[in-house]
């Protein structure tokens, strides 16, 4: 089975209720964008956090990736909005 | 170097350590980024703040800090440079980000100083939550730092994503 880990930051993580989750997303998820659609339908506030992501920056692995790239078991995924940080 | 840390720094002590005994530096460059007491609102308007918290995402925060901190390297002839960079829960006039760069030449350390700080404040993973007198909100970004980054993107870059 798929395992992944999902990290959200700053009002993703408001917005989902947590900072981290162990994620089992079924085996046709093999891309980021794919990931995220499932995400959406796993509650209400992961679907409002992620309902806009022109707002939202992504990670895998600790590198910054975009929609189409892919994801595996055992990545480390980040969602997070654009950084604001300096 | 990169540090990030909860603890203040003393930006004296940091570029008299940084320099060492390093006499073939002509020049040290050193940024120190500050909390404001006013925070920019919707279009021109501002608000008092009574502090932030910034959140960072430990492990991408580093690696990509030292990558920044490589590319600066790489362009530029710098004999030192240092990245500090706070999290946690700040307040005005607090200091939250410290960037030093040395060099033989104050080209190279003035430019490098301010690649590292247009490009850390774009690319690492920090979010800052302001406290304003009409609540707490999470700072959005500003298009003006993507501006500011991409004019060093000019040249090919192995950091560059």
């Known amino acids: ?14 917005k989902t209720g947590t900072g981290q989750e162990t ?8 891309t980021l964008g794919g ?11 992961h679907a409002d956090a992620l309902a806009d992501l022109s707002m939202v920056s992504f990670a895998v692995n600790q590198e910054y990736a975009e929609v189409e790239d892919p994801v595996k078991s055992g990545d480390e995924i980040a969602l997070f909005p654009p950084v604001t940080g300096g | ?33 500050l909390v404001r007491d006013l925070a920019d609102v919707g279009g021109d308007g501002q608000e008092r703040i009574n502090g932030m918290t910034l959140e960072h995402y430990p492990g991408m925060t580093e690696k990509m800090l030292a990558r920044i901190e490589a590319e600066a390297l ?12 706070r999290y946690g829960d700040l307040e005005p006039g607090d200091r939250i ?22 490009w850390l404040k774009t690319k690492a ?37």
């Open chain 2, 74 to 85: 790489d362009r530029w002839p710098l004999n030192a440079s240092l990245i500090i960079h």
């Open chain 1, 23 to 30: 994620i089992h997303p079924p085996a046709e998820v093999a």
């Open chain 2, 125 to 161: 993973p920090f979010w800052k939550r302001e406290d304003a007198e009409t609540g707490a909100h999470w700072v959005e970004a500003r298009s003006s730092d993507d501006e500011a980054a991409a004019r060093w993107t000019e040249t090919p870059s192995k950091a560059a994503e």
């Open chain 2, 1 to 33: 170097m990169i540090r990030v840390q909860r603890d203040d720094f003393d930006p004296a002590a940091e570029t008299n350590a940084l320099i060492g005994d390093d006499h073939s530096i002509g020049g040290v460059v050193t940024f120190t980024g």
């Open chain 1, 35 to 45: 990931l995220i659609d499932w995400l959406k339908t796993q509650s209400p506030g």
């Open chain 2, 97 to 118: 980000v410290f960037v030093a760069t040395a060099s033989a030449h104050r080209q190279a350390a003035f430019e490098a100083n301010m690649f590292l700080v247009d």
């Open chain 1, 1 to 14: 089975m798929s395992e992944m880990k999902v990290l959200y930051f700053a009002w993703l993580r408001k």
